[in-house]
């Protein structure tokens, strides 16, 4: 009887908790929830998430900015440089909610998904669970040891403990995977509940920041009016400008100097991107509108001043596409008073073009550009005659007509 009690304990001792495999079989034993990434769910939305609190905090503190200048005597070109910035910062907020809610509108997609594919995962285990529970009722404990007991031989008997000790063992596993499937279903919709309470709470701050662009923009519309209407807001509006043609003046300037050094280092390079000498009046336009200023020195009828331009302003639907009129490489892409959004493309020797007033440009710094390609959108950044284009095609740092350029 030794041999006989030595499988009966085998058979009533609990098997460990372990991933076991027979004849090629996976048994999960210790299955567990999936990985919910803590709150945020993939990489993607875990850098949006860090790029929201950046802007949030930069807004937060320009706006604070702003509130201590209210109350400080400022003219109306101060005033609209202000608004500018604030009306620049709440846009690139207002998109970054935008990325984030699309981010978000997906992974709760998936997470639906991944909740539906568990759920009924689940489901089908507990009809198994219960099968084998009603099964083992109805069988009772006794009918195991019979069926040891009722062994031919000792061979048969060592077969008969090792298939129910397996039985016992899968059925162990299925009770355990059984509650790991709970588990996750739980993970997942909670989850859920969390990508929908952050829509709601993007929605709320996405209408909150959309209240705050219309009145900047209502603000900044009225600030150019006084800019127009106003002949002393009129004559700072032209001394801006004509700082700011200087500032890119010396721009320029630097940038050539820094061409001039790299080509000294090396004798006999060949011109960046050939001689754009060669395309004087065969250049395409940059944008398809109304040349609403041009080149050279303009006078205002109603205050009698003088401006010079140094480009031509060319008048063009928000959002129109921005596109290089040579090959070249972007040089400069920023913020500059009084041009907004511009960048500036080299195009070999000491040919430059310039493109400002831009509402975004999507070219790096460094990047080489074919002729045609996209690299921004107009807009009215720094701008005080409305949506528009201010092109600019300079030989080193002197201007020159771009209408004679242009075809």
Known sequence: MAPLALFLALLLVPAPAQSLTTDGEVLLAQATPADSSGDDGSAEIAAQKRELETLRKELEQRRQLSQQLKGRERNIMGQLKDTERNLQLTQRYLSALERRRRAVMNDLGETST?????AMQLESD??????????????????????????????DLVTRTYYLARVAREDRQQMMLTQARRLEVQDTKTR???????????????????????????ERRKLLMSVRSDSRSNEKAQDEIRRASQRIQGLIEQLEKQRIAHERGGPGEAPLFGDFSKNKGRLSWPVTGRVARGYGNERNPRFGTSTFNSGIDIAAAFGTPIKSVARGRVDYVNWLEGFGKCAILNHGGGFYTLYAHASEISVPVGKEVAVGEVIGRVGDTGSTIGTALHFEIRRGKLPVNPLEWLR
């Open 126 to 155: 507990r009809r198994r669970l219960s099968w084998r529970l009603r099964e083992i009722y109805k069988r009772g404990r006794s009918r195991d040891i019979e069926y040891i007991l009722s062994a031919r031989s000792f061979g």
């Open 192 to 218: 859920l509940e969390s990508r929908k309470r952050e829509l709601d709470r993007l929605a709320t701050e996405s209408q909150r920041e959309k209240a705050a662009l219309a009145r900047l923009t209502g």
């Open 114 to 118: 991944e909740l539906g594919r568990t």
